[in-house]
């Protein structure tokens, strides 16, 4: 077989910044926050009471007429997955069965999909009405559920929460007959998404591939789960556009929300000989673990990211020299933040100085599987207009952190950008990224 | 560049199983050849109202008995305790150090990845329905949301809600072995596992690992699972005969009955095998994978994403179907799967197909849904092995549409060359792995 060469033709995003890339790159470059009080939920009894919530949208918009139905069984997770690969399937001038069925310019055999996803928590409203039918002297009665409550849930409920549904909306929309698959790595989710799709097409398996993450946190179970785990900060209640601090010295916690970064890979071959506009090439990628018996948190010296680093630099034949841009994890959480920065500067040594590093999600919040695939995103979009926005909320940075966190725009040529993420667990990846070049 | 395929063979050196029909490989492998089914009243909690009461569930299991540190993974939800007992086996028979920071096995924990197929911790129900309860208007249908966190708040359990996350099993493991090199969990449904074997042998063609520690681990018997379940029919609800209730391709099939478990095998490049003097018992040939891209409830009528994953694999294993001696079916006993399943397999094995010799162990251990797969590959490593193909049990009434040599009720003695294992997840998730006896 002969060397494949993966690149990016095109790019979708959701985020709290807006419902398009474009949007989401515009609110990053003006350093704006999508960090407010939550209103999907009354929080006010929540430690956290803020989120990263997206804009009001009709999930119609984004669906063949012939798939509408199909949207009752959509949670919000789907939804976000689905409007950011219209987006993405659209920027690539690909024509699937959903862009025109009549004019179909793919192979759907050849086309892959590869979607990080969480673990899509219900909605405790939906269950209300049946566990308010299983009660015996007001408390849950487990005999009266399976008896009366079962039979107020509605019967393709189960379908919605699978964390596969994601990819197979989407496939379905797109008719996406090739490998399919959901990565569960939580917060790092999107990033080896990318990766492994990378790999499908790299290994000859697909000629395009879909790749990214979505996911809804805006849920109180998910929400409720981050404040007692305590990665949530509890001291901005009153200051959201402030609250979410990576690498600051009053850093406190993070702050979750909704998103989705979708990509659409493609085999070099494929997309020059079809005239694509090729975004990016995607040159390295690279896998590790922390770990750590504080599972909840990464091992303090981010060990398990220094490994990753240092194969996707290996994989891609390059030296810290070489990278222009690093995205980080940067979750606001102090004690990762830190663990992490140490694993960065091990990977990338003398560079640290140098190297521009921009976390997002004091922008952007944690949105969880949907990280990667955002970063990725917003990475291409730094490179296409040579600009690296400011890092928002690091007034100071924390002590022991000694990475180079952009203070003001730059305006810069990136050729190669690198985009880190890690999970609790400690599952750890990294991307990086080529801007094209012949 | 993204590595291309270096086409490394790879080759199993390892394999462990916590289900229903024991907790080791031998006791798991003779229960079925005996043709014993692990299917009883559900005991993890009170289903005796469900419309079904009954599942296939690991019993009388303790982490303990495995590991020096049990501690480490006392929070680990029960996918998780599963995974750690059936990666200690799968270690310990491929000659890999656990609990250890200095293994004296001589392989560098960079070069040892993990791929699982793993699915969810379950949730504490007292907590998740009690704050439902307690915030609930049922006259009204609003949620007072300050009443629901204060239940919520207050029952829920940091490290038990952690442990809910899918990624967790992964975690115990890279724990338990220090593995650092790639480490990864998908979730494509009762797919999922032979995904995750699937995923990891490319790993290690390409180079990226030497050994990957892969598998699945799942439970999903906890009442929000057999709810959805339940309500999506798609269990059997023959209550009064709970072993007989997983009758893969009879007429009288109702339903999966679920189980839960782990199964891990521990793959490795046949260069590193040969390094270290590790015993082979099996090499993997072929993976292939597609999407029905059909309907979310529905598998394609013709069995399209089926045919297309088995023929993928066949290609990628460099054989034809003729090479191929034994099918372990999906098989879960319903309607839809059993029958296209067929239809899909005609379609593949063409004028072999009645030839060919397929049977479904979850006859005798239940759907293991995310870890179905490897536990299933595993007895097709032990068929290769041992000559002989496991039973489909239950096998009393055939449906007349399938006609198919399904080995109904008694193992058969054969020589295994060739073993197909096939996996077909909800929303159209198509995965096989093929096994063949090692050869130099």
């Not at chain 1, 891609?316 to 500067?345: C, F, R, V, Y």
């Not at chain 1, 922008?363 to 979009?381: E, H, I, K, P, R």
């Not at chain 2, 229960?31 to 419309?51: E, N």
């Not at chain 2, 006392?74 to 890999?96: D, L, W």
Request: aromatic share 6%; with cysteine.
């Amino acid at each position: 077989m002969g060397r494949t060469r993966v690149v990016i033709t095109g790019i979708g995003a959701v985020s709290p910044l807006g419902l398009t890339a474009g949007r989401t790159w515009e609110g990053l470059c003006a350093g704006k926050s999508g960090i407010k009080r939550i209103t999907k939920f009354d929080p006010a009894k929540f430690t956290c009471q803020l989120a990263g919530e997206v804009e009001e949208y009709k999930i119609q918009q984004y669906v063949p007429k012939s798939f509408r139905k199909a949207t009752k069984m959509m949670s919000k997770d789907i939804e976000l997955a689905v409007i950011a690969a219209d987006e993405a399937v659209r920027d690539s001038s690909l024509i699937t069965k959903a862009i025109d069925e009549q004019k179909i310019n793919v192979n759907p055999q050849r086309m892959a999909i590869n979607l990080g996803a969480g673990l899509i928590s219900c909605d405790p409203c939906e269950l209300a009405p049946a566990v308010a039918k299983s009660l015996t002297d007001g408390k849950f009665d487990i005999k009266k559920w399976g008896k009366e409550g079962i039979e107020l849930v509605t019967p393709l409920w189960l379908l919605k929460y699978l964390p596969n549904m994601l990819a197979c909306h989407v496939g379905i929309i797109h008719d996406i007959q090739g490998p399919s698959n959901t990565i569960t790595c939580a917060e790092v989710s999107g990033h080896i998404a990318i990766a492994e799709a990378a790999e499908v097409i790299a290994r000859g398996n697909s000629d395009i591939a879909l790749a990214g993450g979505a996911e809804s946190k805006v849920n109180p179970v998910l929400i409720m789960r981050q404040c007692l785990i305590k990665r949530t900060t509890n001291q901005h209640n009153d200051d959201a556009e402030g609250a979410c601090r990576p690498f600051d010295s009053d850093a406190s916690g993070s702050i979750f929300g909704d998103g989705s970064g979708i990509v659409v890979l493609e085999n070099l071959d494929n997309a020059t000989k079809r005239g694509a506009k090729i975004y990016a090439e995607i040159v390295g990628t690279g896998q590790s673990a922390c770990i750590n018996p504080a599972y909840e948190h990464i091992e303090p010296d981010g060990y398990g990211l220094t490994i990753a680093i240092e194969k996707a630099m290996a994989q891609a034949n390059i030296s810290p020299k070489d990278i222009d841009l690093i995205i980080p994890h940067g979750t606001g959480i102090p004690q990762d933040d830190l663990a992490e920065a140490k694993g960065i500067e091990a990977a990338i040594g003398e560079e640290t100085k140098r190297i521009p590093v921009w976390p997002t999600k004091s922008m952007l919040s944690n949105t969880g599987a949907a990280c990667g695939g955002l970063d990725v995103v917003a990475a291409v979009l730094a490179m296409r207009d040579g600009i690296i926005p400011a890092a928002k909320n690091c007034v100071k940075k924390a002590v022991g952190c000694n990475l180079n966190i952009v203070k003001e725009t730059i305006k810069t040529n990136i050729r190669y950008a690198l985009c880190c993420g890690y999970t609790y667990g400690g599952q750890t990846a990294a991307v990086i990224l080529k801007k094209f070049e012949n | 560049m993204i590595q291309d395929v270096k086409k490394e063979r790879v080759v199993i050196t390892g394999m462990g199983i916590v289900c229903p029909l024991g907790h080791d490989i031998e006791t798991m492998w003779q229960a079925l050849l005996a043709g014993k089914s692990g299917v009883a009243k559900t005991t993890i909690f009170d289903a005796s109202t469900f419309p079904t009461t009954f599942s296939a569930e690991v019993k009388n299991y303790d982490v303990a008995k495995f590991v020096k540190n049990p501690g480490l993974h006392k929070n680990g939800n029960r996918g998780s305790k599963f995974a750690v007992g059936a990666t200690v086996q799968a270690c310990r028979q491929a000659g890999i150090n656990v609990e250890t920071d200095n293994p004296a096995d001589g392989i560098d924990r960079k070069r040892i990845g993990i791929y699982l197929g793993a699915g969810e911790g379950a949730a504490n129900h007292e907590a998740f329905f009690g704050a439902i309860a307690a915030g609930w208007d049922n006259q009204t249908n609003v949620m007072d949301w300050t009443k629901w966190t204060d239940v919520a708040a207050v029952q829920m359990r940091a490290m038990h809600e952690l442990e809910q996350e899918a990624n967790m099993p992964a975690a115990h493991l890279s724990m338990l072995t220090g593995a650092r090199g790639p480490i990864r969990s998908c979730l494509t449904a009762c797919a999922a596992s032979t995904q995750a074997i699937g995923e990891a042998t490319m790993t290690i063609r390409r180079g990226d690992a030497d050994i990957m520690i892969a598998g699945g681990a799942h439970s999903m018997i906890h009442p929000l699972g057999q709810t959805g379940f339940n309500r999506l029919t798609a269990l059997s609800k023959r209550n009064d005969s709970p072993q007989t209730a997983s009758r893969p391709f009879t007429a009288s099939r109702d339903g999966f009955v679920l189980g839960e478990g782990a199964a891990i095998v521990i793959l490795e490049s046949l260069t590193s095998a040969k390094k270290r003097g590790a015993k082979i018992l099996a090499e993997i040939i072929g993976y292939g994978s597609s999407s029905d891209a059909f309907r979310v409830t529905d598998m394609h009528e013709e069995g399209r994403g089926a045919i297309q994953a088995m023929e993928a694999a066949i290609a990628d294993a460099c054989i034809t179907y003729k090479d191929v001696n034994y099918v372990n079916a999906h098989g879960t006993s319903t309607a839809e799967n059993d029958s296209i399943e067929t239809k899909a397999i005609k379609a593949v094995f063409k004028e072999r197909a009645k030839q060919i010799v397929v049977s479904s162990i979850k006859s005798s251990m239940g759907h293991l849904i995310g870890a179905a797969g490897g536990a299933e590959l595993i007895t097709c490593v032990l068929a290769i092995r041992d000559g002989i193909v496991p039973a489909t049990i239950n096998y009393n009434d055939p449906d007349p549409e399938l006609d198919l040599d399904y080995v109904p009720n008694t193992p058969r003695k054969m020589q295994v060359d060739v073993a197909m294992k096939e996996s077909f997840g909800f929303g159209g998730q198509n995965n096989v792995v093929i096994v063949k006896k090692y050869q130099d």
